[in-house]
């Protein structure tokens, strides 16, 4: 293959590299057009003293100072801790759950759209609605999960103010919201597994437990590490759920590293600060991007 | 025949011309003004004002842009708009907190030049608490559009049949809850209730009990918060929840919770904004009808009773292409016959005192006669470019101190250094 | 037999637990969209509503022109969609199957497009917008809609495209077919649950999607839904009723579309796959 590679490119691998090229091109035109602009601006203000609120200031080009500054803010630490803590918890939580989803969901029922309607709606509910429907649910008095509470004979618990509480209720409401985009992922995958591998391993007389370890979950492998890459990487922004449940209270207890960055650039105006967090928020994402990538490139001519 | 005929002719000739000219006189007349506002703001109302400036200015056309609902919203929308320079918005309203963060940031119009000679006859006029607002460093920024302040809500029918009066102090509110509470022994009856959610009418919950301590913030310029004043509020909401006034989820009470409860009738006093009355009173399933009565809130004594002052501004934007046009309709929005209609149709509080005494806004809203006092005495949150970081460091550390997860020294503490930052 | 009854037994619990995560907090708003405000405020909670009433989805109609919204959100939704489906298509099938160089790192940065926080770039993407003329138009969010899918469309294609062995197309093009026709003859109806499923991904990321929304096209002719919806409430207020009646009225009709528009898409292309 890597000799392959190093030979004269015969004419049809030429003109096969040309179409793919313009195959690829639709694709990085549209990225230009929208993104690269913000992209270049984000980064340059990031080397930049751009505060809005303080215009007499003017720009200067500050080199690595708003870097370093993060390094000694400590409501950012407490913010990448936070950010951290909802990635370790709803990404492998949202998997588990998606899985588990999937797997019921690929059932043979007779009547099918109930279940996929169960599979979209959490998905088709606007994230910042979702958001405020679990704060409901979690209010003091009039929450679903304190009018449990009570109806058991417990005392109520203030969810939303009381840091761990607050934490475990937001972490709840992200995997219930994201579960559904891993089981949509998942269930596209199991439907791709030809009936006949279960067939030849019941013959085989494999047990549904060992049918799934051997089957199901190799097969699933590739949609598996699609869902927890984009989980991953949407679960570093974590934004919308715990800005409509706590607004990141109580105090700063549940600020997400998103939270703090939309505060400083949108709320403070301080475009200069914001950016460099953004580009910090950058970098942790494209490393574990980047770990993932090395991890799953694999030969395409399998098979 | 052919006299008639020409005389035809001659006639649609010069009803053509006629249509002619007047339409490019229409077309050079023409100038389209966009306002932007709240959706809280009652667009509705603003719409049949400015239908009836266009009625009297034909050359005008003003177009409503409603945006976001909220404070949060609005400003971030209007922070891409403006910070990108975009000139698609002529005139906007903006919250009395922000004039001086406009002004800094240079996105709002100085109306200086467009008022002329008659600058300081027009801004005498209003209520003292809007002419200071409106005025950064010497320069008009934006003019009063209607005032709000936060005011003490009570439960009449429950205060009677205790026979509590209206309370003036904190000790007697936390006294009369506690007698009715005790009578009443209904579960689902709270005492007392104000914002506490990290939002920001929290600033006021701090802010309120810090002024009938008789301290501000900032003293010349300084931050000043190492007196007893600051330790007051603590002491005060600590005190109230001890007491079982206040509920114990009161850290997640955002503002219209409280309104909420007083209409399903499960809150005693509610200390919130004007909007208040006319919902309890005319929303068709409100059950505190003719049971809602509204006085100043209280203070630490009674004669030092302090609230926090809210209320809309018309800017100009810095980047409108029709600033005179808009300074022109900001001038009218601006005006005591526009404070009127809005008080009659929206019960918006008026920014003329005189306004108040008005028959057919007293008829509206009976309770204005005892509110012009209230908005005359009601003080300004601090006035920095700043205010926004100010904002969320006070809420976020009076939100912590309400859910228990700070003390009262560590968020003053906290909020000595993070605000003695920007107060340098 | 009481085997297999115990096997249809398990299946109907199955849906029942898919559905009922699916559809609790939906039947949440149901109920709560029938009750007045007053109602919701009492203390115990009820759950079905005491005293139903329509007046929450009059005021849906009156106060807002939601069906404009909705008409938005589907338009903004379906051409981003497209958009999106189509040039991932062909991204993900050049890397996958024509030997381009460097074609993990041309992936990587299509992948770190999807790591630049939004939030952070609002300000020059609306410049950016303004200056091609298109805000306040349906384009202002087709195409960063579209962006916003591509990376996990891309991403979700590549892994099923790999899976199609060669030989299937070396053997439609040995019968006559070009590259291209051999992309849309045989691997995409080979692959529809995963082009079904990236086609899914980004309709509802638009669905969703509110910051951009509310910024670049904020006026009432292309305002979408989420933005819409935040309309009903006020500086203060939060009308949970009126907005839970607005939900259902936005959520419903999309999801049963999207249900029977998933079984049928995907049943037709695989059919279809079969005979080809």
């Known amino acids: 293959m890597s000799d392959a590679i190093r030979h004269k490119l015969t004419p049809l691998e030429k003109s096969e590299r040309r179409l793919g090229f313009a195959m690829l091109a639709p694709a990085f035109l549209l990225l230009a057009a929208v993104v690269l602009y913000p992209i270049a601006e984000l980064i340059r203000n990031s080397f930049h003293f751009n505060h809005l609120a303080q215009p007499w200031m003017g720009t200067p080009f500050v080199g690595f100072e708003n870097y370093v500054k993060a390094l000694g803010d400590d409501r950012f630490h407490e913010a990448v801790w936070h950010t951290v803590l909802y990635i370790l918890v709803t990404v492998p939580g949202a998997v588990v759950v998606g899985l588990g989803l999937a797997l019921l969901a690929n059932k043979p029922f007779a009547i099918k759209w109930p279940v996929r309607l169960g599979l979209l709606l959490p998905w088709a509910l606007p994230l910042v609605f979702a958001g405020l429907i679990f704060r409901w649910f979690f209010e003091y008095n009039q929450g679903v999960a304190n009018a449990i509470l009570r109806g058991l004979g417990f005392e109520p618990l203030n969810w939303l103010t009381t840091p761990s509480l607050a934490f475990f209720a937001i972490c709840l409401a992200i995997i219930w919201k994201s579960s559904s985009f891993v089981a949509l992922v998942l269930l596209a995958g199991l439907q791709t597994i030809p009936k006949s591998f279960y067939e030849a391993a019941e013959v085989d007389g494999a047990t549904k437990w060992q049918q799934f370890r051997e089957i199901t979950l190799p097969m699933l492998r590739p949609a598996i590490f699609v869902a927890l890459i984009f989980r991953t990487i949407t679960a570093i922004q974590t934004f919308d759920i715990p800005y409509a449940m706590t607004n990141g209270g109580p105090g700063n207890s549940t600020e997400t590293l998103a939270m703090y960055i939309h505060k400083t650039t949108v709320d403070f105006l301080d475009l200069g600060y914001g950016s460099a967090l953004a580009v910090l928020m950058f970098i942790v994402s494209a490393l574990i991007t980047s770990i993932y990538l090395r991890h799953t490139r694999r030969d395409p001519g399998r098979h | ?424 | 037999m009481t085997l297999l009854k115990n096997r249809r037994a398990m299946v109907i619990l199955a849906g029942l637990i898919v559905a009922a995560n699916g559809f609790f907090p939906a039947v949440w708003i149901l109920f709560t969209s029938f009750k007045t405000e007053v109602e919701l405020m009492k203390v115990p909670i009820t759950i079905i509503p005491q005293a139903p009433t329509i007046e929450n989805y009059i005021r849906v109609f009156v106060d807002q022109p939601i069906l404009r919204f909705l008409f938005n959100s589907v338009v903004v939704a379906t051409l981003s969609t497209l958009l999106c489906v189509v040039c991932s298509a062909l991204a993900a099938y050049a890397l996958v199957r024509l030997r381009l160089p460097g074609a993990g790192i041309i992936l990587s940065v299509l992948l770190a497009i999807a790591m630049f926080p939004l939030i952070s770039m609002m300000v020059p993407l609306f410049q950016v917008m303004r200056d091609l003329g298109l805000l306040n138009t349906w384009w202002a969010l087709i195409f960063p809609h579209a962006v916003l899918s591509m990376p996990v469309c891309t991403l979700v294609l590549i892994s099923f495209f790999q899976d199609i062995p060669r030989d299937l197309e070396n053997a439609a093009m040995i019968d006559g077919c070009t590259r291209l026709g051999a992309l849309w003859h045989v691997v995409i109806p080979l692959t529809a649950p995963g082009v079904f499923t990236a086609g899914i991904l980004a309709f509802v990321n638009s669905w969703d999607e509110f910051l951009l929304a509310l910024t670049l096209s904020p006026r009432v002719a292309s305002r979408t839904l989420p933005v819409g919806i935040t309309l009903y409430q006020g500086e203060f207020s939060f009308p949970w009723p009126i907005i839970s009646a607005a939900l259902i009225v936005a959520i419903v009709p999309i999801c049963i579309v999207i249900a029977i528009f998933q079984e049928r898409v995907v049943s037709g292309l695989t059919s279809g796959g079969m005979k080809g």
Not at chain 2, 249 to 263: C, K, M, S, V, Y
Not at chain 2, 295 to 303: E, K, S, W, Y
């Open chain 2, 1 to 424: 025949m052919t006299i008639r005929l020409t005389r035809r002719m001659l006639s649609l000739f010069g009803l053509a011309a006629g249509l002619a000219l007047a339409g490019t006189a229409l077309a050079q007349a023409q100038t389209t003004l966009r306002i932007f506002t709240g959706g809280q703001q009652r667009p509705d109302v603003m719409r049949q004002i400015v239908d009836g400036y266009m009625q009297r200015n034909p050359g005008v056309k003003v177009e409503v842009e409603v945006g976001g609902a909220t404070s949060e919203q609005q400003q971030q929308y209007l922070n891409t708009v403006l910070a990108s320079k975009d000139s698609a918005l002529d005139l906007i309203l903006i919250d009395v907190i922000r004039p001086a963060q406009w002004a800094a940031a240079q996105w709002a119009e100085p109306l200086d030049a467009y008022l002329g000679a008659e600058r300081d006859a027009v801004m005498a006029r209003y209520l003292p608490a809007y002419r200071a607002a409106n005025i950064v460093n010497g320069k008009v920024i934006a003019l009063p559009y209607f005032a709000d302040a936060q005011f003490l809500y009570y439960r009449k029918d429950l205060l009677e049949k205790h026979g509590v009066a209206p309370p003036k102090t904190w000790d007697e509110l936390k006294a009369g809850a506690q007698r009715i509470l005790a009578a009443e022994n209904a579960p689902n009856l709270r005492g007392f209730e104000t914002a506490g959610a990290p939002i920001e009418g929290t600033v006021c919950t701090y802010l309120v009990p810090m002024w009938g301590a008789g301290e501000d913030l900032t003293k010349d310029g300084k931050l000043n918060l190492s007196g007893d004043a600051a330790k007051k509020p603590f002491q005060l909401w600590a005190d109230l929840k001890e007491a079982k006034v206040t509920p114990p989820n009161l850290a997640e009470i955002p503002t219209d919770r409280i309104r909420q409860n007083l209409q399903a009738g499960n809150l005693i006093f509610g200390m919130t904004w004007g909007y208040v009355w006319n919902r309890a009173q005319n929303d068709a399933d409100s059950t505190v009808k003719d049971k809602i009565g509204v006085v100043p809130l209280p203070g630490f004594t009674a004669d030092r009773q302090s609230t926090c002052i809210g209320g809309w501004q018309v800017a100009v934007s810095a980047f409108s292409k029709n600033k005179a046009e808009a300074a022109k309709l900001a001038r009218y929005l601006s005006s005591p016959e526009v404070s009127k209609q809005q008080a009659v149709l929206a019960s918006h509080l008026p920014v003329f005192a005189e306004v108040y005494g008005d028959a057919d806004v007293l008829k509206a809203n009976p309770w204005f006669a005892q509110a012009l006092p209230v908005v005359q005495a009601a003080r300004s949150r601090p006035v920095t470019p700043r205010y926004t970081e100010v904002s969320e460091i006070m809420r976020t550390n009076m939100n912590a101190f309400l859910a228990g997860t700070k003390t009262a020294d560590q968020a003053l503490a906290d909020m000595n250094t993070r605000l003695g930052a920007i107060f340098r």
